[in-house]
């Protein structure tokens, strides 16, 4: 089986560096830990960019923990030899960057045409001015059901800085129980991967794994919300500049480029029938407001195709159907159609030119670069500690604790999750080393979904510098490293440990 437990190595995969003064799994815990830290101390005291901080740390990491020079930079002549550095940084921009550019074009959409205006503004009106975190969080819970965490993020952020924007406030107030609902239903409700594999490892029906995500993702999520307030009262921190500006240029363009054609159709007059309909058409829609139901259309059509696809990868055997359907459900090609839809209905219908569509698409990129980088040398951090044996070297260490197995399912996902930055894979790994240890019990199916549970919150707790979804909070929202680490992290460790607690005590009588 492939994510089966292996044996006990008695020598490190690696030997040099600090491992020559400290052997076995003692000297791979400690560098991850000097490395861990000195990575917090150069973003937060030194100040030294994150994307270089990151690389720096990875490298050095790296060299204690007995990598070579080929392992951590591959050859010059073309070999077989893989990269760390590299792998790690396309592995993770393999996925996110498309998503990334996708989703932030699809953002800049709804927040030129005024889209997420409306939106924002019709959740204020619906739940009030108090209550329009709250509208965030549900959102989150929602919207997180059928999409990724890292799609959640850049199709729902133009609504959040609306929020924002409207109240004055800080962007934490909305953004981070947004997060929470988006965090919560990733961990622990299919049709999410990492539930899912773990179902599929211990062999438990996704009926019960949804029942008991349910019954403890609720309670971690209300309980997140609780802080996400109390933190948001407490850190101001502003709708993110740059994302502001693009904004703002993008609007002016578009604003210029209809009092141009405005002017050059008066001029016109009549005589010339498409530009005169085109001009007054164009510039009695560009100033309509935009319809919600369009709105929410735009925003819908990615999560129901990707919801589509999901299921229908559960439920159904492999068939050109099933694959038509994951075609159109896939991230990459769900969030393209909804730009598309964005182009044509909050744009060209509107009485915008394919001009102002691509200056409000450029203009919304130029803050994507800084994202990209930090988010990819977060990928090769995680890379390298991977590479250098932490995780496995973590998993021999409890697996022969003789914790009860729910409360070391935790303690092995939360340990895999702070050495390697992965909610899924923290999920998967932990799943393959714990179901030995069930194969001999005669647990029932809730018991075992529970420890799912276990795990999956296992995986959530503390995000930190090691995480592609932390440079994405702290750099899509524009909120510091310092006050991501106040607010993301400790975020996601009150989720880990309400879901966990839940899950311990419903194990107690089930």
Same mark, same amino acid.
């Given at each position: 089986?492939?994510?089966?437990?292996?044996?006990?190595?008695?020598?490190?995969?690696?030997? &040099?560096?600090?491992?020559?003064?400290?052997?076995?799994?003692?000297?791979?815990?400690?560098?991850?830990?000097?490395?861990?830290?000195?990575?917090?101390?150069?973003?937060?005291?030194?100040?030294?960019?994150?994307?270089?901080?990151?690389?720096?740390?990875?490298? #050095?990491?790296?060299?204690?923990?007995?990598?070579?020079?080929?392992?951590?930079? &591959?050859?010059? /002549?073309?070999?077989?030899?893989?990269?760390?550095?590299?792998?790690?940084?396309?592995?993770?921009?393999?996925?996110?960057? =498309?998503?990334?550019?996708?989703?932030?074009?699809?953002?800049?959409?709804?927040?030129?045409?005024?889209?997420?205006?409306?939106?924002?503004?019709?959740?204020?009106?619906?739940?009030?001015?108090?209550?329009?975190?709250?509208?965030?969080?549900?959102?989150?819970?929602?919207?997180?059901?059928?999409?990724?965490?890292?799609?959640? =993020?850049?199709?729902?952020?133009?609504?959040?800085?609306? #929020?924002?924007? $409207?109240?004055?406030?800080?962007?934490?107030?909305?953004?981070?129980?947004?997060?929470?609902?988006?965090?919560?239903?990733?961990?622990?409700?299919?049709?999410?991967?990492?539930?899912?594999?773990?179902?599929?490892?211990?062999?438990?029906?996704?009926?019960?794994?949804?029942?008991?995500?349910?019954?403890?993702?609720?309670?971690? +999520?209300?309980?997140?919300?609780?802080?996400?307030?109390? =933190?948001?009262?407490?850190?101001?921190?502003?709708?993110? /500049?740059?994302?502001?500006?693009?904004?703002?240029?993008?609007?002016? #363009?578009?604003?210029?480029? /209809?009092?141009?054609?405005?002017?050059?159709?008066?001029?016109?007059?009549?005589?010339?029938?498409? &530009?005169?309909?085109?001009?007054?058409?164009?510039?009695?829609?560009?100033?309509?407001?935009?319809?919600?139901?369009?709105?929410? #259309?735009?925003?819908?059509?990615?999560?129901?195709?990707?919801?589509?696809?999901?299921?229908?990868?559960?439920?159904?055997?492999?068939?050109?159907?099933?694959? +038509?359907?994951?075609?159109?459900?896939?991230?990459?090609?769900?969030?393209?159609?909804?730009?598309?839809?964005?182009?044509?209905?909050?744009?060209?219908?509107?009485?915008?030119? $394919?001009?102002?569509?691509?200056?409000?698409?450029?203009?919304?990129?130029?803050?994507?670069?800084?994202?990209?980088?930090?988010?990819?040398?977060? &990928?090769?951090?995680?890379?390298?500690?991977?590479?250098?044996?932490?995780? /496995?070297?973590?998993?021999?260490?409890?697996?022969?604790?003789?914790?009860?197995?729910?409360?070391?399912?935790?303690?092995?996902?939360?340990?895999?999750?702070?050495?390697?930055?992965?909610?899924?894979?923290?999920?998967?790994?932990?799943?393959?080393?714990?179901?030995?240890?069930?194969?001999?019990?005669?647990?029932?199916?809730?018991?075992?979904?529970?420890?799912?549970?276990?795990?999956?919150?296992?995986?959530?707790?503390?995000?930190?510098?090691?995480?592609?979804?932390?440079?994405?909070?702290?750099?899509?929202?524009? =909120?510091?490293?310092?006050?991501?680490?106040?607010?993301?992290?400790?975020?996601?460790?009150?989720?880990?440990?309400?879901?966990?607690?839940?899950?311990?005590?419903?194990?107690?009588?089930?």
């Amino acid at each position: 089986m492939l994510f089966a437990a292996a044996p006990a190595a008695e020598t490190p995969p690696h030997t &040099g560096g600090l491992l020559l003064l400290i052997d076995g799994t003692t000297g791979l815990l400690t560098v991850a830990a000097l490395g861990i830290a000195l990575l917090l101390f150069l973003i937060i005291k030194v100040r030294l960019q994150p994307f270089v901080a990151l690389l720096a740390v990875s490298i #050095a990491v790296g060299l204690a923990a007995g990598l070579s020079v080929t392992e951590l930079f &591959g050859t010059v /002549q073309k070999s077989d030899a893989v990269s760390l550095i590299e792998s790690g940084m396309g592995g993770i921009l393999g996925h996110i960057a =498309i998503i990334i550019g996708l989703g932030t074009m699809l953002g800049a959409i709804l927040e030129v045409s005024g889209g997420a205006e409306a939106l924002s503004g019709r959740l204020l009106a619906l739940f009030g001015e108090r209550r329009a975190p709250l509208a965030m969080g549900l959102t989150g819970v929602i919207f997180g059901i059928p999409v990724f965490f890292d799609v959640g =993020i850049f199709v729902l952020a133009p609504i959040v800085y609306a #929020a924002a924007k $409207r109240s004055g406030k800080s962007i934490l107030l909305y953004c981070m129980p947004l997060l929470a609902g988006l965090s919560m239903t990733h961990a622990f409700l299919p049709p999410h991967p990492g539930p899912v594999a773990a179902a599929g490892l211990l062999e438990v029906d996704l009926g019960w794994v949804i029942l008991m995500g349910v019954v403890c993702g609720i309670p971690a +999520v209300l309980a997140a919300w609780a802080y996400a307030a109390w =933190i948001g009262h407490r850190v101001f921190v502003p709708v993110p /500049q740059d994302m502001v500006e693009a904004a703002e240029e993008a609007k002016a #363009a578009v604003a210029a480029e /209809q009092r141009a054609h405005a002017g050059s159709t008066d001029k016109g007059g009549s005589g010339g029938t498409g &530009g005169a309909g085109g001009g007054e058409g164009g510039s009695g829609a560009a100033e309509a407001p935009v319809s919600v139901g369009t709105v929410l #259309a735009i925003i819908g059509t990615p999560l129901f195709l990707i919801l589509c696809a999901t299921f229908s990868s559960i439920a159904f055997d492999p068939s050109t159907g099933r694959s +038509v359907v994951e075609f159109f459900g896939h991230p990459f090609v769900a969030l393209t159609i909804a730009l598309l839809l964005a182009y044509y209905l909050l744009g060209l219908r509107r009485g915008w030119s $394919r001009k102002s569509l691509e200056t409000v698409s450029t203009a919304s990129l130029k803050p994507v670069g800084n994202i990209l980088l930090v988010v990819g040398a977060g &990928g090769v951090f995680g890379a390298v500690l991977k590479g250098s044996g932490v995780a /496995q070297a973590l998993a021999d260490a409890f697996d022969s604790a003789g914790l009860p197995v729910i409360v070391l399912a935790w303690l092995i996902s939360v340990v895999l999750r702070v050495a390697q930055g992965s909610a899924t894979v923290a999920i998967v790994t932990t799943a393959g080393i714990v179901s030995p240890l069930l194969a001999d019990g005669d647990y029932s199916q809730a018991h075992l979904a529970l420890v799912i549970m276990a795990i999956s919150a296992g995986s959530i707790f503390a995000s930190h510098v090691n995480d592609g979804g932390f440079w994405m909070v702290a750099k899509y929202f524009g =909120i510091s490293e310092r006050d991501t680490l106040k607010s993301w992290t400790v975020l996601e460790t009150v989720l880990s440990v309400v879901g966990f607690v839940m899950a311990g005590l419903l194990s107690l009588v089930i």
